[in-house]
C-alpha cells in the first residue's frame, strides 16, 4: 500500500464533491450562478457535523457561554454604528477594454487588466452589503441589508441576553447562521462565496482581563480544529500586524489553513475592546454597560471575538482528509475524515441480494444512535470505494455466517483491518470508537 502525500488539487476536489453529492453549483441548469453553491445529501450532513461540533465544545459543553439565533435582517442602523455602511469595502477596478472587475488589492498585481492586460480605471470603493428594501415601498427610507456577519446582531442583544441567563461577567455568546457579501471576485469554490455561514463568538470580559482572554481564546480555538481532525502542520497562527489592525483592536489572530492555493484564513480571534458596544450604545442611547453587584462598578465590558466560516472550515477538512493510496495495483481515494464529523459514521452492506430483510433491520437499529447508510449496489469492493471516498469510517457486512452466530464484519476505513463483532455488540463497539 502506497500513501501519495500531496496535496489534492482544486479540480480533482471539486469534481470529487459534485460526483459524491458533496457541493454543486447552485442553479446548474440555469448555468449557475457565480459565488452561490449547493450543498448536496453528503455535503449538508458534514456542515452539519462541523456546526454541531462548534456549538458543543463553544456552547454545550461550557457553563460561561450560551447561543443565540437572531434574524438576518436587522434594523439598518446597526450597520451604520457598526460602520458596515461607510467602510465595509473592497476597493474595486474596471477593466476599460474587456470591462471585467477586479478586486484592486488582491487581484491585480501588474497595474494591467490580469485577463487581457487592458488598461485600468483608479479604484473606488464598492460596499459588500446587499442591498434590499422591507416592505411595499422601495425607496430610501425601506432600505435594509442582508448581514454580512452574525456577531452585530450579537451586541444588540447584550443586554437581553445578559438579563435573562444572568450570566456575570466573562461570559459569551454564540451564533451560527448565514452572512451574505457581495465580493468582487469569489474564488476558489467555496472558501470565498457570497452567501456563507459563519460560526461567531462574542466573549465579554472586564477590560483589564481582556488580553488574557484572548490570547485563552486563540489557544481554544486552535485545539478545536485539531480536535476535529485537522492536522497540525495544515495549520498556522498568524498574528496580525500593528498597522493591519483596525484602530480599536488590540489584537487580532488568524487561524490559517494550508489550501492547494496557499495558506489562507479559516477563523480570526480578535481582542476588540468594547468598540461595538460603545457604537450601539452612541447610536441607540440605550445602556448596554454592566454592573457588577459585587464591586460595585460600571463598565462597558470589553470583547473577544472568535468568527470562522462553516463553509471554508468544511473545505480545509475536506483537503485535510483528502488522499490517495495504490492498493494490489489499483488507486484508491480516501476521505479520512475524523469520526465525529463524517457525514455517515458507518455504512451496511448485505453480502447479497438475499440478505437485504436482517441486513436492514441491523441498519435501521444503528441509525437511532449514528448517521447510517444502507448500500446494496454493485460488489462490496466497489461499496467500500464509495464509502472511502465520502470518508465513512467504518462499514459493516452482513453475510451468511452472520445468519449462523449472529456476528458481522466491521471493516475500518483507514487501516482497512476487518473485525468480527457480535451484532448485539454493535452500538457499543461503534460508540467507543467514533465518540
Ligand atoms: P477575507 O480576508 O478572506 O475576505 P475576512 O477577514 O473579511 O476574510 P471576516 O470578516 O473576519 O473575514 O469573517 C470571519 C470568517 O468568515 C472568515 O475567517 C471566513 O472563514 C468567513 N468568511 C468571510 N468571508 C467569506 C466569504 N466570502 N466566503 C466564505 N467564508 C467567508
Known amino acids: 500500500m502506497l500513501a501519495k502525500p500531496t496535496m489534492v488539487d482544486m479540480e480533482t476536489l471539486v469534481s470529487l464533491c459534485k460526483r459524491r453529492g458533496f457541493v454543486f453549483q447552485s442553479s446548474e441548469i440555469y448555468g449557475g450562478i457565480n459565488g452561490f453553491w449547493d450543498f448536496g445529501p453528503v455535503g449538508v450532513e458534514l456542515k452539519r457535523r462541523v456546526k454541531e461540533a462548534w456549538w458543543k465544545r463553544m456552547v454545550q459543553w461550557r457553563e460561561d457561554v450560551v447561543g443565540l439565533d437572531t434574524s438576518i435582517i436587522a434594523h439598518p442602523q446597526t450597520w451604520v454604528s457598526s460602520g458596515h455602511v461607510s467602510a465595509f469595502s473592497d476597493p474595486m477596478v474596471d477593466c476599460k477594454k474587456c470591462k471585467k472587475r477586479f478586486r484592486s488589492d488582491t487581484d491585480v498585481s501588474t497595474g494591467k487588466c490580469p485577463e487581457c492586460g487592458g488598461e485600468l480605471t483608479e479604484p473606488r470603493q464598492f460596499n459588500l452589503m446587499f442591498q434590499t428594501h422591507v416592505g411595499a415601498n422601495q425607496d430610501d427610507a425601506s432600505v435594509a441589508y442582508l448581514r454580512p456577519e452574525t456577531c452585530q446582531s450579537i451586541f444588540t442583544e447584550f443586554k437581553n441576553v445578559q438579563t435573562v441567563s444572568r450570566l456575570k461577567i466573562p461570559f459569551g455568546i454564540a451564533q451560527i447562521g448565514k452572512a451574505f457579501r457581495n465580493e468582487i471576485t469569489p474564488r476558489n469554490f467555496i472558501f470565498r462565496s457570497r452567501e456563507f455561514e459563519q460560526m461567531e463568538m462574542e466573549f465579554f470580559c472586564h477590560p483589564t482581563e481582556s488580553a488574557k482572554w484572548y490570547e485563552y481564546w486563540v489557544q481554544e480555538r486552535l485545539d478545536w480544529f485539531m480536535s476535529v481532525g485537522m492536522k497540525k502542520e495544515n495549520l498556522r497562527l498568524r498574528p496580525h500586524a500593528t498597522d493591519e489592525l483596525a484602530h480599536y483592536a488590540s489584537g487580532c489572530t488568524d487561524v490559517e489553513f494550508q489550501m492547494p492555493f496557499g495558506w489562507s484564513e479559516l477563523e480570526g480571534i480578535a481582542n476588540r475592546g468594547n468598540y461595538d458596544l460603545t457604537q450601539h450604545m452612541k447610536h441607540s442611547g440605550k445602556d448596554l454597560d454592566y454592573y457588577n453587584e459585587e464591586t460595585k462598578e460600571r463598565f462597558v465590558p470589553a470583547v473577544v471575538e472568535t468568527s470562522v466560516g462553516v463553509d471554508r472550515t468544511c473545505l480545509a477538512l475536506l483537503i485535510n482528509a483528502y488522499h490517495e493510496e495504490e492498493v494490489k495495483g489499483e488507486k484508491r481515494i480516501v476521505l479520512s475524515l475524523h469520526p465525529s464529523i463524517a457525514p455517515y459514521q458507518v455504512a451496511v452492506f448485505p453480502l447479497s441480494g438475499k440478505l437485504?430483510?436482517?441486513?436492514?433491520?441491523?441498519?435501521?437499529?444503528?441509525?437511532?444512535?449514528?448517521?447510517?447508510?444502507?448500500?446494496?449496489?454493485?460488489?462490496?469492493?466497489?461499496?467500500?470505494?464509495?464509502?472511502?471516498?465520502?470518508?465513512t469510517p467504518f462499514c459493516v457486512t452482513y453475510d451468511f455466517q452472520s445468519e449462523i452466530d449472529q456476528t458481522v464484519t466491521v471493516r475500518n476505513r483507514d487501516s482497512m483491518v476487518q473485525d468480527r463483532i457480535a451484532i448485539d455488540q454493535l452500538v457499543n463497539y461503534l460508540n467507543d470508537k467514533i465518540l
Open 356 to 391: 437485504r430483510e436482517p441486513a436492514t433491520r441491523v441498519e435501521k437499529s444503528l441509525r437511532r444512535f449514528f448517521a447510517a447508510d444502507y448500500d446494496e449496489a454493485g460488489s462490496i469492493g466497489k461499496r467500500y470505494r464509495r464509502h472511502d471516498e465520502i470518508g
